[in-house]
């Protein structure tokens, strides 16, 4: 079984940051992708940010240059650094990771983000 944990959300005022980070842990052989999603009140679950094992990144255009997603290998943790907040990043925030031959996916039990104007 492998389990993510995250911790770091809370909340910020506009133009803040916060960080927010997720281990995995279990039977794990090897992480392919790990990153972070989020879903807000009454939207679909969207991606913010992924990176592989090799340390290739992918952002939503929303939050480039903003979010910066960055991970351990060793430690099998993923972070999330969240500058220049803004109201609509305002979301749960699920860590996700992909596992082995499969790509099997698996999903941290969220973290609340919170953005005051």
């Known amino acids: 079984q492998v389990q993510l944990v995250e911790s770091g959300g809370g909340l910020a005022q506009a133009g803040g940051s916060l960080r927010l980070s997720c281990a995995a842990s279990?039977?794990?052989?090897?992480?392919?992708?790990m990153g972070w999603y989020r879903q807000a009140p009454g939207k679909q679950r969207e991606v913010v940010a992924t990176?592989?094992?090799?340390?290739?990144?992918n952002y939503a255009d929303s939050v480039k240059g903003r979010f910066t997603i960055s991970r351990d290998n060793a430690k099998n943790t993923v972070y999330l650094q969240m500058n220049s907040l803004k109201p609509e990043d305002a979301a749960v925030y699920y860590c996700?990771?992909?596992?082995?031959?499969?790509?099997?996916?698996?999903w941290g039990q969220g973290t609340q983000v919170t953005v005051s104007s």
């Open positions: 990176i592989t094992s090799g340390g290739n990144t």
């Open positions: 996700n990771a992909r596992l082995g031959i499969l790509n099997a996916f698996y």
């Open positions: 279990g039977r794990i052989f090897s992480i392919n992708v």
